[in-house]
């Protein structure tokens, strides 16, 4: 116990000393000792290079740049539309080129020590690198420094040549036009005619960017986020190229509970601001209070659920958080229009899948009985053989029965980087229910404060022309998955249907805040292994009254045992949420052949 003590206290001073390690670094090459700025002390233990190099970048860009001014541009342009990750990776790059040259007249060891660090870079995150473009404009940037070697990928060369350019500026402006070419050349090659140029994305008005609600940006973040908050947390990706998964374990590990303690002013307030985030509720007054009573119990007692169509379908004002959600829904649209032809195969193939089998269903089948239709060639039989047999056929059709499907995908901020594929997926499966006539609905669920949004996108009986609707999707906040299982299979118990199919898109990881209420029972956080079971136990609960639920799994990889525990041998493990579509119509295709319920 004693040296288990020792090591452990060489360990914190050990972590002790190497942050202030970092941090006089930082101080030192900036000149200003008061900046406050989260720097990324673990990767110091797997790479000193690559933390120390982060410190001289933070000190040098503080130094020879206005921080705010490039942090409020990224704001200004996320606000109207752009994607966080990528716009902050190619600010990285940018903040690189211009500093390292300069910090090095001073400090000649910098440039080795940047090639150390690119070189641990190159080594430990070239695979995570290749994934996006950015990531492989920032791996070329660094091959060119190390070595000299020309990058093979045209359509990076002219960035580079940019971000060269970058090695003399003077003015941060020049690396905010640089960084806006950028995105809009190699992100999103339609944002200045839709959105205006940089001229209009500066111009914004900052009471606007008050008013926003910028929780909607933050994985699984259940508090909102002011302005100056969301300014501080850019400053800090713009900043920090290590590891970057790290937030997401912290945050659902033992020591990342997150409660949010509401007195009686805001619980009074909570029901509009769910109004006028998520639009108003389809359900009357009378009739959700109902729905709460009956549902909002056991693990989910002093919960709520809360009905709509969705913020653009239904809003109470066309508030910041309605240009936010119509803001997702046009990148939807837009990667809808990119991939149009290639959805068209995909609805084409799933529902000539589906119509096959629904025809196998109706065909019928002859078999051997003692009545019906005499068979000549049997006939010789009688009188030579003591038992002559089944002289006659009869013909029965297969099950005639009908089907009913519902799709309820996690919409929380987990699943905000597949966003658009999400919604692309869940219209492949809607067009192809839909021509063949299958009722389905479609919903999406996450869970802000003690309130789970149930949106709907599709009811079952919707004409076809509804089915865009998916198209709305956004993502934000948590996931109480259990209560939302419970509340999207009491409204598939209640469909006249024999068969009823329950499929669930999840990450496999419940996950809610902690709500304090005044006067409340306070239950169990509903993280780790509590909500699995709770879920589980959902799932298990419909299938005893006949519900054939199938779990779809998109999460990550050290979460499937979660998964396994949660839908039992009836999930699909879905590695690229482009087979999502396939997976479900082959599961469909197994229903409507064996008619195993």
Same mark, same amino acid.
């Given at each position: 116990?004693?040296?288990?003590?020792?090591?452990?206290?060489?360990?914190?001073?050990?972590?002790?000393?190497?942050?202030?390690?970092?941090?006089?670094?930082?101080?030192?090459? &900036?000149?200003?000792? *008061?900046?406050?700025?989260?720097?990324?002390?673990?990767?110091?233990?797997?790479? #000193? /290079?690559? &933390?120390?190099?982060?410190?001289? #970048? +933070?000190?040098?860009?503080? %130094?020879?740049?206005?921080?705010?001014?490039?942090?409020?541009?990224?704001?200004? *342009?996320?606000?109207?539309?752009?994607?966080?990750?990528?716009?902050?990776?190619?600010?990285?790059?940018?903040?690189?080129?211009?500093?390292?040259?300069?910090? !090095? *007249?001073? %400090?000649?060891?910098?440039?080795?020590?940047?090639?150390?660090?690119?070189e641990d870079l190159l080594e430990v995150s070239y695979e995570k690198l290749c994934g996006s473009l950015p990531g492989r404009l920032r791996a070329a940037m660094m091959q060119e420094y190390l070595d000299g070697r020309k990058i093979r990928e045209k359509r990076l060369e002219t960035p580079l040549s940019w971000i060269r350019s970058l090695e003399d500026a003077e003015d941060v402006m020049e690396l905010i036009r640089t960084v806006d070419r950028m995105y809009n050349t190699m992100i999103d090659l339609g944002f200045e005619r839709k959105h205006g140029d940089l001229e209009h994305v500066l111009a914004a008005d900052t009471e606007d960017l008050k008013e926003f609600n910028w929780k909607d940006f933050l994985e699984e973040t259940a508090v909102e986020y002011s302005l100056e908050e969301y300014l501080r947390l850019i400053t800090q990706r713009l900043m920090t190229s290590a590891v970057e998964e790290r937030e997401e374990e912290e945050k659902t590990g033992s020591g990342g509970q997150r409660v949010v303690l509401l007195d009686q002013e805001a619980l009074e307030k909570m029901y509009s601001y769910i109004e006028l985030n998520y639009g108003r509720s389809y359900l009357s007054p009378r009739e959700e209070k109902r729905q709460n009573y009956r549902l909002c119990r056991g693990a989910h007692a002093d919960c709520s659920l809360y009905f709509t169509e969705g913020i653009l379908r239904n809003p109470v004002t066309a508030n910041a958080q309605y240009v936010n959600a119509k803001r997702h829904a046009e990148k939807n649209r837009l990667l809808f229009r990119n991939s149009f032809y290639l959805m068209k195969r995909n609805v084409e193939l799933l529902t000539g899948e589906l119509r096959r089998s629904l025809v196998?269903?109706?065909?019928?089948?002859?078999?051997? =009985?003692?009545?019906?239709?005499?068979?000549? !060639?049997?006939?010789?039989?009688?009188?030579?053989?003591?038992?002559?047999?089944?002289?006659?056929?009869?013909? =029965?059709?297969?099950?005639?029965?009908?089907?009913?499907?519902?799709?309820?995908?996690? /919409? !929380?901020?987990? +699943?905000?980087?597949?966003q658009g594929q999400v919604a692309l997926q869940a219209y492949i499966i809607s067009e192809a229910l839909s021509n063949n006539r299958i009722p389905h609905r479609i919903l999406g669920f996450c869970t802000f404060w003690d309130y789970t949004v149930m949106q709907r996108f599709r009811e079952y009986d919707d004409p076809r022309s509804e089915n865009q609707r998916v198209l709305d999707f956004v993502t934000s906040a948590n996931n109480r998955d259990g209560l939302a299982i419970r509340a999207a299979g009491d409204g598939l118990l209640g469909r006249p249907e024999e068969n009823k199919i329950l499929i669930v898109l999840s990450d496999g990881r419940p996950n809610d805040v902690i709500v304090n209420r005044p006067g409340s029972r306070n239950p169990k956080p509903y993280q780790g292994e509590y909500a699995i079971r709770d879920t589980a136990h959902e799932v298990r609960k419909l299938r005893g009254e006949g519900v054939y639920v199938l779990g779809a799994f998109a999460g990550k990889e050290k979460d499937l045992a979660a998964e396994k525990k949660i839908f039992g041998k009836d999930f699909a493990y879905i590695r690229e949420i482009a087979n999502f579509s396939r997976v479900t119509g082959r599961y469909l295709r197994r229903l409507l052949d064996e008619g195993t319920w």
């Open positions: 116990m004693i040296e288990r003590w020792i090591r452990l206290e060489t360990d914190i001073v050990t972590a002790v000393e190497a942050e202030n390690r970092v941090r006089n670094l930082m101080w030192t090459v &900036s000149g200003d000792y *008061k900046l406050d700025t989260r720097l990324d002390v673990e990767s110091f233990f797997r790479s #000193k /290079a690559i &933390s120390l190099y982060d410190a001289v #970048k +933070q000190g040098g860009f503080a %130094r020879y740049f206005d921080q705010n001014q490039m942090a409020m541009y990224l704001v200004k *342009k996320i606000y109207y539309g752009a994607e966080e990750k990528p716009l902050t990776d190619l600010a990285q790059i940018c903040v690189d080129a211009a500093v390292w040259k300069k910090v !090095s *007249k001073e %400090r000649p060891g910098v440039p080795a020590l940047r090639k150390r660090a690119f196998r269903r109706q065909e019928q089948e002859w078999f051997s =009985s003692d009545y019906g239709v005499i068979v000549p !060639s049997r006939l010789w039989k009688v009188g030579r053989l003591p038992d002559p047999g089944k002289l006659f056929v009869r013909t =029965s059709k297969r099950d005639q029965s009908e089907f009913v499907v519902d799709i309820l995908m996690d /919409a !929380s901020g987990s +699943q905000r980087d597949r």
